[in-house]
């Protein structure tokens, strides 16, 4: 037995026992006469002891010898510490050490293994392993399977069966790009990697699954924004024999559970917005609402005066920010740069402070007289003391920036609060979405996603205008989940690849597996998929997935501790049937 206990474990209780523990070094401290070692593993830190009058010299002279992160035995018996440490749970006693083995040597590590550790981003990397072994790493990776196990648990109670599908598949449409492999027994033929389980799962309903879950990786080949990873987790779902609502009623209710058993969180029923309201009021499709702070447009109050930027803009809005008033000329100009950033793009931003006597100064005061602006102050809420920022431009457009600007300063202002969870549906997404670039349209979500019946009718008029029954579940401000009603007739599906601008070949080729068996009794279904590592994230209060994942991509996708991608030698290649042309 390498080990009767773990470096976290021993107590006053403890005391005379002889034990023997396993552990890294974490540092030591010697006196000449009497040395310290702190023994770590994944429990927690044990005091080792070793001391001239007690302990044998040659185990002294070894303790000496003892390097950080060195691997280590040692048995002894437990003692009580002279001085005791309030903040590590075993800090009443310490291990008076008789024997020692040194299991392994360690070189000096390339940062220090501590809470505060002064290794960069990318050396952490490098060397993950070592990173592991901090608190803040390896606490994530646990708490992260504290929420997995408890997603199990939740849909195992409500009788989702966990089902594995096939990584070497077919091209799922999430609007990704695809990871290929190529395949060596099928000559100048690819596998492609999913983008999610998305036909698997609508096919395991019509196998008559009826309620599928899986904890799942996902491969997207996207170009890395902040924060994602070309492989990602989902918890991906599917129900059969369901309307939207019962979808929703069991997510919410899986997500009520994880609040509940992972951060001891009560949250009553989940609101629920339109895609277009939350628009309207947020400029944002997975609004934070732990904030205030929402849209007033401005059209009514502040258009057909003489000032031409607004008569010319297609919306006008703002929003009141929170005791901003008293910002200095200064400060105000820092933040109309930040809105100007091409990141942001706005053109400019008009504001107005509501002073506490009840007057206003704005910045086009020559335009707009207290009554107007007294008229401002009410469609956006703000009160005496608040700041009114307002943009204007094409709708759209506009909306997002001043997204951009409300998140900035909620930010700023502390508004968002890490433990505070303010989930919401967000639901009636459009079907189809206008793609600039390519000139046609998209499906928003996926393609075999439900129109909602009675605007069926409008897919020939007015396709844009179309809604799906499309649901998002918002933590936050930030999307962790999304699912639909799907498609479940080979009709329905016909049109909708249509509107997609599919050929029927094309149609044919791709997704022909999915329309035969749609026409072998397809029962309805829909279903929804949960990223994983950004729930897990925002749960443990913070919002950099990176952090809750073993062995994170950098931002151009690289592992940089086993250096992938990585050129394969031209045996490989000629098996592969490829040549390598740069
Ligand atoms: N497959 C979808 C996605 O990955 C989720 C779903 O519709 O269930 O976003």
């Known amino acids: 037995m390498y080990r009767t206990h773990s470096n976290g474990e021993l107590r006053l209780t403890h005391v005379g026992q002889e034990v023997t523990l396993a552990g890294w070094v974490q540092k030591s401290r010697d006196k000449g006469f009497m040395i310290w070692v702190d023994l770590r593993d994944r429990y927690g830190i ?83 392993y070592l990173d592991i072994r901090r608190n803040p790493v390896k606490n994530n990776l646990i708490f992260r399977h504290k929420v997995a196990q408890e997603v199990r648990n939740y849909l195992s109670k409500e009788g989702f069966i966990e089902v594995e599908t096939p990584y070497l598949i077919k091209s799922t449409p999430e609007g990704a790009r695809d990871f290929v492999v190529p395949s060596r ?8 990697l999913p983008q999610s389980p998305q036909t698997f799962k609508q096919l395991l309903m019509i196998g008559g699954m009826d309620k599928y879950f899986q904890i799942v990786k996902c491969f997207r080949d996207e170009d890395l924004r902040a924060d994602r990873q070309p492989e990602f987790t989902q918890i991906d779902c599917e129900m059969a024999f369901v309307e939207q609502e019962d979808i929703l009623t069991v997510f919410e209710g899986l997500t009520r559970h994880l609040l509940k058993e992972v951060n001891g969180v009560t949250v009553g ?17 997975k609004p934070d609402i732990r904030f205030g702070m929402e849209f007033g447009e401005l059209n009514e109050v502040a258009k057909h005066k003489d000032f031409n930027v607004f008569n010319n803009a297609e919306l006008v809005v703002g929003i009141a ?37 009840g007057t206003y100064k704005s910045s086009v005061d020559k335009f707009y007289n207290q009554e107007d602006l007294a008229l401002w102050a009410k469609a956006t809420g703000a009160k005496a003391g608040d700041l009114i920022c307002v943009l204007s431009g094409d709708t759209a457009k506009v909306r997002t920036q001043l997204s951009a600007l409300r998140m900035e300063l909620a930010e700023r202002l502390g508004l968002r609060k890490p433990s505070e969870f303010a989930p919401l549906w967000v639901v009636d997404f459009p079907l189809l979405e206008w793609d600039e670039e390519t000139e046609r349209y998209h499906a928003m979500h996926h393609p ?63 997704f022909g597996f999915l329309m035969n068996a749609f026409e072998y009794g397809a029962p309805p279904h829909g279903g929804i998929a949960f990223g994983l590592d950004r729930l897990v994230a925002i749960l443990g209060g913070q919002e950099t997935i990176r952090d809750f994942i073993a062995f994170p991509k950098n931002n151009s996708g690289r592992d940089v501790m086993i250096d992938a991608p990585a050129t394969i030698d031209d045996e490989q290649l000629n098996e592969l049937h490829l040549k390598v042309e740069l």
């Not at 989940?270 to 400029?283: C, L, N, Q, V």
């Open 46 to 128: 044990t005091q080792l002891i070793f001391d001239e009058e007690r302990t044998p010299k040659d185990i002294m002279e070894r303790a000496k010898a003892l390097g950080r992160e060195f691997v280590i035995q040692v048995t002894g018996e437990v003692i009580e510490r002279v001085s005791k440490n309030k903040n590590i749970a075993t800090g009443e006693v310490e291990i008076l050490v008789k024997e020692l083995t040194v299991l392994n040597k360690a070189k000096v590590p390339p940062f220090t293994i501590e809470d505060e550790t002064d290794g960069g981003d990318e050396l952490r990397m490098k060397y993950r």
């Open 185 to 192: 027994m099928n000559e100048g033929q690819f596998y492609a």
């Open 269 to 285: 029923d989940f609101p629920r917005m339109t895609f277009d309201e939350a628009m309207k009021r947020y400029g944002n499709d």
């Open 321 to 357: 920010v929170p005791g901003a008033a008293s910002y200095t000329r200064k400060e105000i100009d820092r933040l109309i740069d930040w809105v100007k950033r091409p990141q942001v793009g706005a053109l400019g931003m008009v504001y107005v402070k509501c002073n506490e006597d």
């Open 448 to 510: 075999f996603t439900s129109p909602k019946p009675e605007d069926i009718a409008l897919l020939d008029t007015n396709p844009g205008k179309v809604r799906a029954n499309a649901y998002d579940l918002v933590l936050n401000g930030n999307e962790i989940g999304g699912g639909s009603i799907r498609i479940h007739d080979k009709e329905t599906q016909s049109l909708m690849f249509d509107h997609l601008g599919f050929t029927q070949e094309e149609a044919k080729k791709q």
